[in-house]
């Protein structure tokens, strides 16, 4: 499975960014397609991850209510929609495919594939 992130850039905080992540390959073989997130001198955090059957979706607390993770399952292309960003969401944005089961979904390390990043700014 290949995956390619885009859609990072400055914003100001309250602003509005969609990324996306197009996959490629095996894309049959995953179960779970999430993003993650790393700040300067964090770990990597779980922000959003979407189910590819059935497409439920699952948050962290911290953008429960202002992020949205949906799919195009014909373009083999998953969205996150970030709204009412603020300063503490500068990152570098990952997306990811998990093979693994509900209960893995928040842990990076089940995981199998991984995207380049993008560079999320919010700044004034």
């Known amino acids: 499975v290949q995956l390619q992130a885009s859609g990072g850039g400055l914003v100001q905080p309250g602003g509005s960014l969609r990324l996306s992540c197009a996959a490629s390959?095996?894309?049959?073989?995953?179960?779970?397609m999430g993003w993650f997130r790393q700040a300067p001198e964090k770990e990597r955090e779980f922000v959003a991850t979407?189910?590819?059957?059935?497409?439920?979706?699952y948050y962290a607390d911290s953008v429960k209510g202002r992020f949205a993770i949906s799919k195009d399952a014909a373009k083999n292309t998953v969205y996150l929609q970030m709204n009412n960003l603020k300063p503490d969401d500068t990152a570098v944005y990952y997306c990811?495919?998990?093979?693994?089961?509900?209960?893995?979904?928040?842990?990076?390390?089940?995981?199998?594939?991984w995207g380049q990043g993008t560079l999320v700014t919010v700044s004034s």
């Open positions: 990811a495919s998990s093979s693994g089961i509900l209960s893995t979904i928040r842990n990076p390390n089940q995981y199998n594939y």
């Open positions: 390959g095996r894309t049959f073989s995953s179960n779970y």
């Open positions: 979407i189910r590819r059957n059935g497409g439920h979706t």
